[in-house]
């Protein structure tokens, strides 16, 4: 199980850098962002993301969520562009911030 979740992180963030790249840089012009990460990421079916962020207290379904407390990232783990969008979405919080603008 270790193995499978490991390969799953760094599957996880190849895929989901360039995204997050392309998204930082569309909207962020002459900003800057760093930050060292020690997140995990979850990469699992959207019944099981929507399970646990109603343990979380979320209230509405969701794609996937960045849980700040425990610094993971939930994502969804089909191959679509809106499961990459999701992923990149979601590390963008736990790079600049748990809440939206």
Request: with cysteine.
């Amino acid at each position: 199980m270790r193995r499978f979740i490991e390969r799953t992180v760094i599957h996880a963030f190849g895929l989901v850098f360039p995204i997050l790249l392309t998204a930082c840089s569309s909207g962020l012009v002459g900003e800057e962002a760093r930050r060292e990460l020690r997140v995990t990421i979850i990469y699992t079916d959207r019944d099981t993301i929507n399970a646990e962020a109603r343990n979380r207290g979320f209230r509405s379904q969701v794609n996937g969520f960045y849980d700040v407390l425990k610094n993971e990232i939930w994502c969804p783990n089909e191959e679509t562009s809106d499961a990459y969008r999701t992923c990149g979405h979601e590390l963008r919080h736990a790079v600049r911030g748990p809440f939206h603008r």
